[in-house]
C-alpha cells in the first residue's frame, strides 16, 4: 500500500529568527508562500530566501516537502512516519503545520538523499520544476 504523496518545492527558503516585538515586512504577505510563528519568546519567518528579511539570525537553503492534501485531524502518525524515515537517513528537517497540510522542510543538500529515502519506505513524490 502506497503512502501519502509529498511535493517537493523548487523555492530555496530561510528561516529566520526576530525580536519577539518586531515589525513583521507588510510585503511578505503579498508572497505566495510564507510561515510566521510567534509566542512569547521568540518570533520566526520562514520565506523564501530571495526575500530580505532584518532579522536577528537566518538559517537559509532549505526547501519544503509538502504533505499534498488536505488532511484530515483525525490522521495520526503522518509526521512522525515521515521524519522517523528521515532520521534513519540522518536528514535533519524542519516541520511546519498548517489547517490543510505538513510541510517538511529539508535543506537543499540533502533533498536527493531524502526523496530517495521516503521512495525506498513507500512514498510519492512529486518534484516542482
Not at 33 to 42: C, G, Q, R, W
Request: aromatic share 6%; net charge negative.
Amino acid at each position: 500500500m502506497s503512502k501519502q504523496t509529498l511535493r517537493l518545492h523548487s523555492t530555496l527558503l530561510s528561516i529566520h529568527s526576530l525580536e519577539v516585538d518586531a515589525d513583521i515586512p507588510v510585503a511578505l504577505l503579498k508572497l505566495p508562500l510564507f510561515f510566521i510563528s510567534k509566542t512569547h519568546d521568540e518570533l520566526s519567518i520562514v520565506c523564501p530566501s530571495h526575500f530580505a528579511i532584518e532579522c536577528l539570525d537566518t538559517e537559509p537553503d532549505w526547501q519544503a516537502l509538502e504533505v499534498v492534501g488536505p488532511l484530515g485531524f483525525s490522521l495520526t502518525g503522518i509526521m512522525a512516519n515521515i521524519s522517523g524515515v528521515l532520521a534513519k537517513a540522518n536528514i535533519s528537517i524542519f516541520s511546519i503545520s498548517t489547517y490543510d497540510t505538513d510541510y517538511i522542510l529539508v535543506k537543499k543538500h540533502t533533498a536527493q538523499q531524502a526523496i530517495t529515502a521516503l521512495k525506498n519506505d513507500g512514498y510519492n513524490l512529486v518534484v516542482d520544476q
